[in-house]
């Protein structure tokens, strides 16, 4: 029996105060709720192709090598080959450069805090440790933080920066297990290192690939080697972890990049199968987009993938020297 003729069959006298309720209940489920960190199971994500950016004024991109998006949904493309971050508007116009000019040399990743404050990491070059450069709105360099207070602090190369909504900095290293969680004035705070197995080995720290940190502040830690992803609370306890190692549809092959959206969905970019994969905010499998190729929504060689607060999706696309744009929606299930 449809509900409103179920109620009023039941319940006579409260009916106009229940349909009341019942419809307010239905509004919340309808509307998109932007401070909502847990994925709706009425609802899936609806990927749709937006927009291409090959180029900064007329210049192509020559490798590009992160991508990240500010507070305000401004987009910041790490350009490998011509070691400069280039910033694009809202409305995906060329904003600024950041380069040599500005004090940057040896750009690889890039995070940017509620401030609009621009972290990017510095490889190690010529004998020199790997240290974080920070800019502010004027592009001015405002501080360089360096690396101390942990084992191997000293050789310490990041491949990865996150920053969450207090300003800790949370980066990973290209052959240090886990991740290590600094202030937002470089001094070390901790060390986040899961263990897992592989095959019949013992239990051994993972190698981190990529951060991302959801609105309720827990930190989702991407292993490539063992295509699997590791969910902490903010107190640094382990939740759960999700994912299996794989060439097929529903595993994770090569995963390089990870991002949550507004609604808690996870995005996982898988370099070697060219897509990306999309999970619940539980880790449970729902489906993936892309595949091998050059037009719009093809990929090859997938990393880097950011999510603005207004549900942009960028893909760093490696190979295509792109970044390919989505928007996403949401659809009843």
């Known amino acids: 029996m449809p509900i409103k003729p179920l109620i009023k069959k039941l319940c006579p006298t409260l009916y106009i105060p229940l349909l009341i309720l019942y419809v307010v209940a239905l509004c919340n489920h309808c509307l998109p709720n932007p401070n909502n960190a847990f994925a709706d199971p009425l609802y899936a994500p609806d990927i749709k192709y937006k927009a291409t950016v090959e180029d ?6 020559e490798l590009p090598a992160g991508i990240c998006f500010d507070f305000y949904g401004e987009m910041y493309i790490l350009d490998g080959g011509s070691r400069t971050v280039l910033t694009f508007s809202k409305s995906l116009l060329p904003s600024a450069r950041i380069s040599k000019e500005h004090g940057l040399f040896t750009p690889s990743h890039t995070a940017v805090n509620r401030d609009g404050e621009i972290y990017i990491v510095e490889s190690s070059e010529k004998g020199k440790a790997s240290f974080v450069s920070v800019f502010n709105l004027n592009l001015k360099k405002i501080k360089t933080i360096t690396f101390k207070g942990f084992k191997g602090a000293e050789g310490f190369v990041p491949n990865a920066i996150e920053i969450d909504k207090d300003k800790r900095i949370y980066l990973a290293g290209y052959t240090r297990p886990g991740i290590v969680v600094l202030e937002a004035d470089g001094n070390f705070i901790a060390e ?21 940190i959801d609105n309720d502040g827990k930190i989702f ?14 107190e640094h306890d382990l939740l759960f972890k999700f994912g299996k190692k794989g060439g097929v549809a529903g595993a994770l092959s090569r995963p390089r990049g990870i ?15 060219h897509c990306v994969n999309i999970y619940d905010s539980d880790g449970t499998y729902l489906t993936e987009f892309g595949g091998k190729g050059t037009g719009h929504g093809w990929f090859n060689y997938p990393q880097s993938i ?4 207004d549900n942009l999706m960028a893909v760093m696309d490696f190979l295509n020297k792109r970044v390919e744009l989505f928007q996403i929606y949401y659809k009843n299930l």
Not at 56 to 61: C, D, L, P, S, V
Not at 221 to 234: A, D, I, Q, T
Request: aromatic content about 12%.
């Open 221 to 234: 830690l991407l292993s490539e080697e063992m295509g699997s992803v590791y969910v902490y609370s903010k």
């Open 259 to 273: 991002a949550i959206d507004q609604r808690g969905y996870i995005y996982i970019t898988d370099y070697m199968r």
């Open 192 to 212: 986040i290192s899961p263990e897992d197995t592989f095959g019949l080995n013992e239990a051994a720290p993972v190698i981190i690939r990529d951060i991302a």
């Open 56 to 61: 900064f004024e007329g210049r192509k991109i």
């Open 306 to 309: 950011a999510i603005s607060r």
